[in-house]
């Protein structure tokens, strides 16, 4: 097996741990040598389908093997940052699912490890590599837009979590809005202040939990523009994600129009379908995305998203749940 | 001339007066009995392409005479109100461009007038004619989206007015975004509070004015739903224009694709122009506002937009305007 | 009145004719000052809506006036040659619907009588109007596409006509198809030989004629493109014109994709209307190709399109019309 | 190794082998056992990729292993039939990139030799597992257009292939036409006869070869609908391939209109890109069609498309060669 150049080790084998699977098992750089679950039987049927991988229920083991290089974080979010800094102390390469955590200092903590101990990791914002967004990107840097001075996205889900999801999850602005926070600093640039309003409007859940399912945030950034992202957990006819970057050269909007390549004329019209599913809009780019991170590792680069940016989400979305409390706009330098 | 049914003189020989004539002269139910200008060749001018009109640049003539049973007011902002005033006291029916007046008391004081005399008035909000606008308002009504949660406009213009212009806008808020300030009214209802920003990104002459160029804008509706305003006084690739009004069973997007019904695929992909100038996009819904105004006049029932709808979409400027220089939310009850 | 240039009038009050009206009234150039037809109320109601127009049952009057500068012909199909020669024998402008005549030797007279009375002649194939068609015709005289190697056509009908329509339309490839052919002739040039095939699918009162409702026709034009046109009496989501120029350095394709700007994302996808009525989709071009034969007038340059675009276009119609019948490809050398 | 259920290998080790290793590697429930090709260092280079392959350039070898259970044909054209017999009589489940061969004796001769062996055996036209066919396919199944009226499919490639390839190619229509035609079978049904015209445009070679760069041709399917299939080996803005069915209740057509989701308004309009390259538009198809020729062996039901759809595309493609050269309709009855 001289080919294989990577041990990776995959911790959580929920559904994001099976669909990067499809990644791991195609890449013919890496080889898979373990999936963790504290569900012994998920790691097992996961492992199953990993040629020569073995299961466990105990991260320990895999840390502390000189047999891994690499670790895939898939777990829950409140197991993040500790598993970051094991993954970190014992010098193995860290990808980590957004975000490390919902907290500023423990994600500072976790962050300053990894820092320390000079591992490569990534974060998970996979829609930084999705072929839209990547080219959005690409054509900003060279200087496609000029000046920038708008900037929108939308995020809305098909439906919001359960219960459980929610009470865990940070509020609308640290679980779902997060990604939007991510694409206004991937394609404008570090944001200065924030102003979010939020509302309930149709989830009990997000009442009973003080949360919104509703929301709007304006951002202002560092160079002068301004940004304004939509939000809602609910969304009849499907996933909608769209963004747009406006400048004085002209405007970018990165948006899948509809799932499969097919009209249907009919009497009355015409009618397409929809992107339903997170996964169906963003399959190639969570692959992408590991991909990245393996062939960073491999050629010894820093990956990216990394650090710098798992922090300055997240303290885009402290920033607008606190505005959103406070009524006000909120300043970026508050939060630390 | 019995089959003319209504006089109509026209008041401002201007762009947007000249563009009504093409309405005006095509429409057999009416009579254009008088152009009025205070560049009397002006008058004179459009009068000629009026079969029967003549030329004054007296409005008082017009006023007074018995000939006329109807005023189109296109003339500067700030001779609205009087205009307005004068025609209802002789008891003419009147149609005023946007806005009556900058000054809400002014536009109060205006249109109790109107309301006292009683004569039907309508106000140039020539958006909810376009067959978007005027069709998303009806499926909205019959309950197609179920409760409305979100609403989005964009309003760009191709290039900013002349600095001359500018002064005597009342504003970004009072002048442009007013537009989208009566789309919120019309398709979503009534507005509670405003956030806004605006920034200066490329205009000196705004920046010299105390104004903005860029702006956006959050607001809070009265049946609890969001909504979010962009505004630019510049986009490179023309005059774009977007609305999309979201709710519990989906999401109603008023957009002009392109304006030539043409594709051109070329090397490296495809594309299409867009409209340009304000004019190209509204053309028929500027024919259309007239159409209704002298409907509803023949037939004797209220036109629509109103004095209600005047002063609504004022408010809303008013306290976008205050929101901006002083940075807090603003409530519509504050603006009195 | 001075600045009346032209005096019109108008030959047949149906449909058509009525639909010209609208541009008849709005152009300050002209004075229309008469309506004919055979049917007296007709003509006199469209004439109440023509300050200044009389109206008429005898064509005859019309022709012989000295008041009359120009003549439009919508009348029925078999009027139009003897009209048009009436029309020239006496000296007006002439505007005709199209066809001249479904017989090429009837035609034929008639445009001969055209050409040896030297008046301006424009024949009424509006699309040439349409935003979309006249750019791609300006784009391609500029050589834009470089060599042209495919043209395609799609002409569908909401609906078929009335059988009485059908037994005097000449059959599908004379009646519909023309203006794929004029459209072929407008983009692309002559053409060589034409194959055609024609099925009955659905219409009892096509097969009754020995006409068909469905057919597709190869067109091998001069300069040695390939052509196809696709035509259909019934659609039932509304009128389908599309049209594509496809050449060494890309493809135009003109399409109007829907017909209200206007998008409804519901659940499991979105939606959008369509064009139901020809009227709906070339309302615009009717009006620009009066416009433009009174222009050409006007300025005194010879109208387009012209004698040669009726007889061309009848041409491929009568090519297609016996392929279909003979089952070869047929020359369009062997019709004369 | 017991989760592996089916022992695969690969003969060819060229470009669409390559593209398959992706979806082979990724298939849990398959083992590639060998890889094969005469180029014994492609072959090498290939198996590395492949866990647990062997590679060789002896076919024989693999073809009588009892080791292996499928086989994958990505060889040169004029190798498919012998390799088809050889698996077939080895009872391998077979299958076959496209055309078994290019003339119909020795196809009908290999098709034979399956149909006796019994063994599974499918055929790669892989725009049948595209999202957008095959949804339109179960579309239609269901009967949602009602009766089928007309068919029409354009297949542009971005530029000609080399002239050694187009010598051995049996030219355009068995060539490139051939997944037209093939969709059309699968679409609407079998045909009954072809008119086809060819012309030569651009490509010298094609001249050289007496074969053409550009086409069309009519299809008459037996069900009496029309079709037709436009085809060039050159369109300067990439891989062009739209199909549309027409029926009594409406149009499916299939679409991708662009291959980033992303649009670019600048000054005049907007654009996007296009899909490039087959591989672009079809990755997805080409790895579907492989999971469900696994699937269909392991379940023991029959793959799709099969011999008959191998046949069938082979046989429109012959009587469109034939029509081109005879310049008259081709029935497929003379095709035997």
Known sequence: MSDIKLRVA?????????????????????????????????????????????????????????????????????????????????????????????????????????????????????????SGYAEARKRIARGLLGRIDQFRAVGRDPGPPSKEYLAKSGGLFLDQAIHEFDLARFLVGEVQSVFAVGVVRFSDDAADLGDVDTATTILHFENGALGVIENSRRAVYGYDIVTEVFGEAGKLVVQAERKTPLRFFREGGSEQDHHHFFMDRFRDAFRAELEAFFTAVLER????????????????????????????????????
Do not use: N, W
């Open 301 to 336: 680069t820093m990956p990216s998203p990394g650090a710098a940016d798992a922090l300055g989400a997240l303290r885009i979305g402290l920033a607008a749940t606190q505005s959103q409390k406070l009524g006000r706009m909120v300043k970026l330098a508050e939060i630390d």
């Open 10 to 130: 995959l911790l959580g084998a929920g559904r994001i741990g099976q669909e990067h699977c499809r990644t791991l098992i195609a890449d013919p750089r890496i080889q898979v040598v373990a999936v963790c679950d504290p569900r012994l039987e998920a790691a097992r049927q996961t492992a199953a389908t990993l040629p020569g991988a073995t299961a466990t229920d105990e991260s320990r083991e895999i840390l502390s093997s000189s047999e891994v290089d690499a670790i895939i974080i898939c777990t829950p979010t409140d197991s993040h940052a500790q598993l970051i800094e094991e993954g970190a102390r014992a010098h193995k390469a860290v990808f980590c699912e957004k975000p490390v955590a919902l907290d500023l200092q423990r994600t500072k903590q976790a962050l300053k490890v990894v820092e320390e101990s000079g591992v490569p990791f990534q974060i998970g914002f996979q829609r930084r590599f999705d």
